[in-house]
């Protein structure tokens, strides 16, 4: 079944290409963003999900990327300068959104390979956006 999943997949590289891809154009989004900040928050707050759920079917699919969608994540909380509250907030979102998919999604399938996919599609559209938001803010300043 990881033979399929690995074709699957394909299309965003496994290990680290793929997950440099995506992690990189949400970097971009992380710096302190003072207009738009419930817009950016909430941004953050879905990409965690993402990489949440990513961080489980990448594993079980056979990426084999180990500890490092959680790394990423705890990368992108220090750049963006959370609160503590907030840490907390975009950690419980990664930890549901990481044990949300391990039960629906236990072992590797052709379904769980096309829901990582999706969550690759929609993480790379809200980083997209989110940057682009984040410089029109900032040529406001």
Known sequence: MRRGMTRIMSIYGTGRRASINLVLAAMLVLAPVNAHA?????GLTRLAEIFGSIHHLRNICGANDGPLWRNKMIDMMNAAELTPPE????????????YSARTR???CSNDAARKANQLFDEGYSLAKRLS??????????
């Not at 419930?38 to 909430?42: A, G, H, L, P, T």
């Not at 682009?132 to 300043?141: E, G, I, T």
């Open 105 to 107: 999604y236990p072992d």
């Open 87 to 98: 840490r907390k907030k975009i950690i419980t979102h990664f930890n549901d959104a990481y």
């Open 38 to 42: 419930d817009s950016f928050q909430d």
């Open 132 to 141: 682009s938001d984040r410089k029109s803010s900032a040529s406001l300043f």
